[in-house]
Each structure stands twice: as structure tokens, then as C-alpha cells.
């Protein structure tokens, strides 16, 4: 029936651990590990990304706030002023 000693020997470990099977509750305890090591990679994921983020979100808050507090001369004042010169002019 089996032509290869690989299939002879398959069928015979087969044979023997056909009785073996996991123990009541082990889907259970899988599952239990499987949640705590991803709220764990969960948790050291989010670190290490602040590790990059955080100083980077900073330097761009600070850029951000100094290009807004550069006094350039021009408000909008000065538009405003300009635009209502433009309608008396028509």
C-alpha cells in the first residue's frame, strides 16, 4: 500500500501519536498568552516610536512657532487698509 519507507514511516508516527492531543483548556492558555504578548509588543511599540516621535513633533512645534512669530513688517491690517483704498478707489 505504501510504496516509499518515508511514507512507511509517516504512517507509522501517525499510527502511534494519534492518542496524543493538548490538554483541556490549552486553546484557552493559548489565547491568554497570545493577548498579553500582543498588549506587551503593543505597549513596546508605542515607546519606541515616542522615542523618534516625540523629539521630532517638538522641533517641529518649535520651527512652527517661530516662522508664526517672525514679525515680516506686513499685517493684515495693512491688507485690510489696502483692499478698502481699492473699493473708495472704484
Known sequence: ?????LDARLAEL???TRA????PGFQARVLV????????????DVVRSARLLVP??????V???GLASR???VTSV???AAERRWELDW
Open 56 to 61: 521630532v513633533a517638538l522641533f517641529l512645534a
Open 14 to 16: 501517525n499510527e502511534r
Open 33 to 44: 498568552a497570545l493577548g498579553a504578548r500582543a498588549s506587551m509588543t503593543l505597549r513596546r
Open 71 to 73: 514679525d515680516d513688517g
Open 63 to 65: 520651527v512652527s512657532v
Open 1 to 5: 500500500m505504501n510504496d516509499s519507507p
Open 78 to 80: 495693512d491688507f485690510a
Open 20 to 23: 496524543l492531543g493538548p490538554r
